[in-house]
């Protein structure tokens, strides 16, 4: 009887102490290791003559020892002199150990497989793969497959690993043969016994890796829905939006939200209302009012008796958001205080204690709200900014802190649409996709570093005129290993060749006393140039900042330098965003600056660095938790996953269990969702 597919690896007869090297590259179970698919093929089948060899060719020989020798100097090398009837072929090993010596006795014969390269005396081969060879031992019928591995595991032993998992686990195929037929897919089984090895080249046809695309997308898709079903099974509090405190909320604003705030708000009610846990994810572009959307969602909440955590990535964000909710919501008798790692112990504690008690309605802050000893009377809804800062954990260990709180995340990096359909298809996404009335845009323009004259200049007549500004630097001070523009030294330059202007030095090394003081003191005007790390890339909201320079855009990622160009043009004056590079340029930062230059709006500049960048890297920490995808790339194979969708829908409806097992073998077993 075969093993079910996601038996443990000790169940192939495994030792301990490669099961422990296979979980490092991430293989758990007998069906991750059939997914560990080789890099590359070597040809093993047809023995090619040392006269044939040519020097860059990869080979395999069959030929005879002549004689070794151990030849001593700066390093100790074993040089081996073998031969076939052809001709004479040098092998050299700069590393060995004295057991395979014997293996080199003169007169063995041996089956090589190594790069012939151009040495002093002729063609040789540097550390071939070698082994004995007798007359009758049969050559290899297929393709040699050579495996991603790691320090310690070699490929002889991760090759006997898959041959067990092949012929010992259960490949029965999850797909109906109507679906496959239907799909012009193979067979699981077929699919992955020729990946890992395929008799000839012309047997890895693109359908053996549509079918994996396909499974791997359609768990995924699976998975989803199970993690919503999931949800919306779990019990929560419900919030009703009795509207008090929230229309008051409104009439103090000194602004009319707009219809897209309107709608979004609607939703997110909606959701608070039911005794459901709200998951939802809430999209905008920079300066769109996210915060006061969350506010009025915080302020639903607390009406209804419950407390409420925001939690932002920076002390410089928390800060500004604790600034604009503090005014916000203590004119309407509702308690805010902020939690971050700046405040003493003493102080910290004093916080807790008010937080435990559920004196403190809103509480806003960095990491330090997931400390172990901050607990909650009564935490009725998480929000979270920047949610793509934050691991899983992170995100989780908040969430964990009031039972089963309703939770809102907000990003100002838009995901595409390919990416909501994949990765985030178990949340409700709600989109802010207007500005508020009266900004007036931002002004993008690529500037050569050898301008800097020039650069200078414009901020001395932009702060003439009333205005303010920001410069960025990537570094704080002067590094040895990297040439760039630094912070410190950028403030110095400014203050001798500006001494008019009154200028200061904002970094994270600052104490958060010094960083809140020049944060006021520039919002309130009394500075007109903020000379900045990438600090001020979130959470800086000063409306009179309308020029900004980033130093080094070479270097930086699209979403940053949106970010960040979305400091200024704020107010009712247009904004001014110089991006100042070092040529030459490569290719890739040609791409990225001439998309930024190009494009204002956030969603399409996420949709363009994702193609530049592929979603792994795009998503970066939602990858704990929800497995990034193996094969597919919801970019490249949109196709295969709105297939995928549809068909997870049908399977779900005519067979829950069998579409759960499938889900359960790509994806990790542990998730409740997936086990109930």
Not at 265 to 274: F, G, S, T, Y
Not at 320 to 338: N, P, Y
Not at 503 to 523: P, T, V, Y
Not at 527 to 549: C, F, H, K, R, Y
């Amino acid at each position: 009887m075969r093993l079910p597919p996601t038996a443990p690896l000790s169940a192939l007869g495994l030792t301990p102490r490669v099961c422990n090297l296979l979980h490092t590259l991430g293989v758990h179970n007998g069906f991750d290791l059939l997914l560990h698919l080789p890099l590359r093929y070597e040809d093993e089948r047809h023995p090619l003559s040392v006269a044939t060899l040519v020097a860059g060719q990869s080979a395999c020989l069959l030929v005879q020892v002549v004689r070794h020798e151990i030849r001593q100097g700066p390093r100790r090398t074993l040089t081996v002199q073998v031969r076939d009837e052809t001709g004479l072929l040098e092998l050299r090993f700069l590393h060995f150990y004295p057991g395979q010596l014997p293996l080199f006795t003169p007169g063995n014969r041996l089956r090589l497989f190594g790069e012939a390269r151009q040495g002093y005396q002729g063609l040789e081969m540097i550390h071939p793969r070698c082994q004995p060879f007798k007359e009758n031992s049969p050559l290899p019928a297929t393709l040699t497959p050579v495996y991603p591995t790691c320090a310690g595991l070699s490929q002889t032993v991760l090759r006997r690993a898959l041959a067990r998992a092949l012929t010992q686990l259960d490949l029965s195929d999850t797909l109906a043969p109507s679906w496959r037929a239907s799909l012009k897919l193979p067979d699981l089984a077929t699919t992955l016994k020729i990946l890992h090895g395929p008799t000839d080249a012309s047997q890895l046809v693109p359908a053996l890796w549509q079918r994996l695309k396909f499974d791997e997308l359609l768990a995924q898709q699976l998975s989803m829905h199970f993690h919503r079903q999931h949800r919306t099974e779990t019990p929560a509090h419900a919030y009703p939006a009795r509207g008090e405190l929230s229309r008051r909320l409104e009439r103090s604003l000194p602004f009319p939200l707009t219809a897209a705030q309107h709608r979004v708000v609607e939703e997110i009610r909606r959701d608070l209302a039911q005794e459901r846990p709200m998951h939802r994810l809430l999209q905008g572009d920079v300066g769109c009012g996210k915060t006061i959307v969350a506010a009025l969602a915080a302020v639903q909440c607390i009406e209804g008796g419950g407390q409420v955590a925001l939690m932002a990535p920076t002390e410089l964000l928390a800060q500004q958001h604790h600034a604009k909710l503090h005014d916000l919501l203590t004119s309407q008798g509702i308690c805010v205080e902020s939690l971050t790692g700046q405040l003493k112990s003493q102080a910290q504690h004093h916080v807790q204690k008010r937080i435990a008690n559920g004196e403190i309605a809103l509480v806003i802050g960095t990491h330090a709200l997931i400390q172990e000893q901050v607990s909650f009377k009564s935490l009725g809804l998480v929000i979270i900014d920047e949610q793509h800062r934050f691991g899983v954990a992170q995100r989780l260990s908040l969430h964990q802190k009031g039972g089963e709180p309703h939770q809102l995340m907000m990003s100002a990096t838009p995901i595409p649409r390919s990416l909501s359909m994949s990765y985030y298809a178990d949340l409700d996404v709600s989109v802010i996709d207007e500005l508020p009335p009266g900004r007036q845009g931002i002004t993008t323009k690529l500037v050569s570093a050898a301008r800097r004259s020039e650069v200078i200049e414009r901020i001395r007549s932009a702060c003439r005129q009333g205005h303010q500004a920001y410069w960025v630097c990537p570094l704080i001070e002067e590094s040895e290993l990297l040439d760039l523009q630094n912070a410190q030294s950028t403030f110095q330059t400014l203050t001798a060749d500006a001494p008019d202007l009154r200028c200061e030095l904002l970094h994270g090394r600052l104490a958060g006393s010094e960083k809140r003081d020049i944060m006021n003191r520039f919002l309130k005007g009394e500075l007109q140039l903020l000379v900045a790390t990438s600090v001020i890339e979130v959470g800086m909201d000063v409306p009179n900042a309308t020029l900004m320079v980033i130093e080094h855009t070479e270097r930086m990622g699209l979403a940053q330098l949106h970010q960040m160009r979305g400091r200024v043009g704020r107010g009712t004056r247009p904004g001014v965003c110089l991006l100042l590079y070092q040529p030459p340029l490569s290719e890739l930062a040609r791409q990225r600056l001439k998309v930024i230059y190009e494009h204002t709006d956030g969603f399409e500049i996420a949709r363009q660095d994702l193609l530049l960048r592929g979603p792994g890297d795009y998503l970066g920490s939602r990858q704990s938790g929800l497995a990034l995808l193996r094969f597919a790339d919801p970019m490249q194979d949109d196709d295969l996953l709105d297939l995928a969708r549809r068909c997870a829908a049908a399977w779900i409806a005519e067979s829950p269990e069998q579409a759960r097992h499938h889900a359960s073998c790509w994806l990790d077993t542990r998730q409740p969702y997936l086990t109930a």
